[in-house]
């Protein structure tokens, strides 16, 4: 049974130090903090344009379901349903922002790098193939010319 377990522990210690799981840490604390830099910019900037261009800012944009919505000073609803439609927009804004922002700035550019780097790799591969063949071809010449010297070499006595 402490073989298994020793092998479970290796196995789990390849499987952090594989490199993925670190890369998708990090990936996961950037991507943390870089929604609470969309948000900002969402509430502090395209709420407020919202607001100037409407009545209130884009989270205060409701609509009642079933009877008047009533409110009490502690912000909490009284009667009706209140259907939050500015809160939702705000999200899906930006949602629409930070995906934007990593396929700019982080897939497309990656893309075009990884295009490149197989364009290269496939000529240098053409490359080496042509010398390749080349090569073979001399060495073809070179076996029939052995052979041809053999053969004219052995007819004559």
């Not at 079933?66 to 009284?78: F, L, Q, W, Y």
């Not at 259907?83 to 990656?110: E, K, N, R």
């Not at 042509?130 to 052995?146: G, Q």
Request: some cysteine; proline content about 3%; aromatic content about 6%.
């Amino acid at each position: 049974m402490t073989e298994e377990k020793t092998s479970v522990l290796e196995g789990f210690k390849a499987f952090l130090l594989r490199g993925n799981v670190i890369d998708l840490a990090v990936a996961v604390v950037i991507g943390a903090a870089f929604t609470n830099v969309v948000n900002s910019v969402v509430k502090g900037v395209i709420n407020p344009l919202v607001g100037a261009f409407g009545t209130k800012d884009l989270d205060h944009y409701q609509s009642c379901l079933k009877g008047p919505c009533s409110v009490n000073d502690a912000g909490e609803v009284t009667s009706g349903i209140p259907i939050l439609w500015g809160t939702v927009l705000s999200a899906v804004l930006s949602f629409v922002i930070t995906a934007a922002v990593v396929y700019f700035l982080l897939v497309l550019p990656m893309a075009k790098y990884l295009a490149r780097a197989a364009a290269r790799k496939a000529e240098k591969e053409g490359v080496q193939e042509t010398i390749e063949v080349s090569e073979l071809e001399v060495l073809k010449e070179i076996r029939d010319a052995l052979i041809s010297q053999r053969g004219s070499g052995h007819s004559t006595p």
